[in-house]
């Protein structure tokens, strides 16, 4: 969670809001669907998030499945 605020630069509420389709492994982008003002981006995936991410996000995992599970 921390790397991936860090080095996409996001914000926490964009980074919980994720969901399994907007990691674009492929493009090196993530899709940030609620930023502020819930207007649309994508940022660039630095090497090290890409590495968490991919670690964190289990094979067969629904699109619509968040990245970052916790409590709330």
């Known amino acids: ?3 991936t605020i860090l ?6 509420s964009e980074t919980v809001a994720l969901e399994v389709r907007d990691i674009l492994f ?3 982008k993530i899709h940030v669907r609620h930023g502020k003002g819930d207007k649309e981006a ?3 995936m ?6 968490a991410l991919q670690s964190l996000i289990p094979h067969g995992a629904a699109p ?7 409590r709330r």
Do not use: S
Request: net charge positive.
């Open 1 to 3: 969670l921390i790397t």
């Open 7 to 12: 080095y996409a630069a996001l914000r926490v």
């Open 26 to 28: 492929q493009a090196k």
């Open 42 to 44: 994508y940022v660039g």
């Open 46 to 51: 630095h090497p090290r998030v890409r590495a």
């Open 64 to 70: 619509e499945d968040p990245v970052f599970r916790g």
